[in-house]
């Protein structure tokens, strides 16, 4: 009876440390969400303007901006996720591999045969062979990129479990240097997602290894995240200003920008978050179970071009 209570007040302690994780998985799925809102939807990119001579027209504008900004972390905080949890583990996680393939697969072949059969598209072999190889075809960028890094964790961690601290920052600094848009970034990173993921992936992993006892108390990353989307928010601004005078566009920000020491604080926000109330906490369980196949779903080329065909 004793050990069965341990047991079950190991779980509980497991499951409060896990569930802020979970929840930013949820919160990082709506940002994707919205930054899909911002380019398909807005069409952010295709010239999308305000005219900002007027208060209104300002603040609609940076109510918008402030937005955009704030979501572009998404991507970032699942990586330094994933690193957070498999920097200690050198095995290949072959059962999650599979688990998101399939997941993959069955979503972008199944939307793509429901959609022939209502007649919303009409059937070619040449479709059917992209959505049956979604990952060869690149038809997730995503995923592909994640499924990749997921191969290459076990070698990752491997070498990184061998660093001392001085020797882990000093790869990390590297890493900033080469990562970085405003230094080398902009020159190697374009089109080459994966590096990102590594460094994120690394990120992570120090985060666990030497930064899992910190005390900081979540207001202070809340407040370091501000400054920095402040910062952010600013350039947009004064770039705008400088270009366009009274018509303001949306600017977002590559990943591996301002919006890299973003993500991190971000993260380190909610790892330090102690999220209480069971119902809560499993509601939280649940939504975050189905983001992946909200992501591939909504993702999904058929979809994606019905979705947005209607929304713009």
């Keep these: 009876m004793k050990n069965e209570s341990i047991s079950l007040e190991k779980t509980t302690k497991e499951e409060k440390r896990l569930v802020q994780y979970e929840l930013l998985r949820v919160i990082a799925m709506f940002g994707v969400l919205m930054n899909h809102v911002f380019n398909y939807g807005l069409h952010i990119y295709d010239d999308f303007t305000l005219d900002v001579s007027s208060v209104d027209g300002f603040t609609l504008w940076s109510i918008l901006e402030l937005m955009k900004l704030a979501a572009l972390p998404s991507v970032n905080c699942y990586i330094l ?101 405003f230094f080398l970034g902009k020159y190697v990173m374009d089109n080459q997602q994966i590096v990102l993921f590594v460094y994120l992936f690394m990120i992570g992993g120090y985060i666990q290894r030497f930064h899992a006892d910190s005390r900081r108390r979540p207001a202070f990353y809340a407040i370091l995240s501000v400054l920095i989307l402040m910062l952010m928010y600013c350039i947009t601004v004064a770039k705008n200003y400088y270009f366009n005078r009274h018509d303001f566009y949306i600017y977002a920000m590559a990943y591996h920008g301002l919006v890299l020491p973003f993500s991190v604080t971000i993260f380190l926000f909610f790892k330090q978050l102690n999220i209480k109330g069971r119902n809560f906490q499993k509601s939280i369980y649940a939504i975050a179970s189905l983001c992946f196949s909200v992501y591939i779903i909504h993702t999904q080329s058929v979809v994606d071009e019905i979705l947005w065909k209607y929304a713009a």
């Design 81 to 181: 996720i994933t690193g957070y949890f498999l920097v200690n583990s050198t095995h290949w996680r072959l059962k999650g591999i599979l688990k998101v393939w399939s997941i993959t697969w069955f979503y972008s072949v199944s939307i793509y045969l429901l959609a022939v059969a209502i007649g919303l598209c009409h059937f070619q072999w040449e479709e059917m062979f992209r959505h049956a190889t979604p990952l060869y075809s690149n038809s997730y960028w995503f995923v592909t990129s994640y499924i990749a890094l997921m191969f290459l964790a076990p070698l990752l961690s491997w070498g990184l479990q061998r660093l001392s601290q001085r020797q882990y920052l000093l790869v990390l600094i590297l890493g900033f240097f080469i990562c970085f848009q």
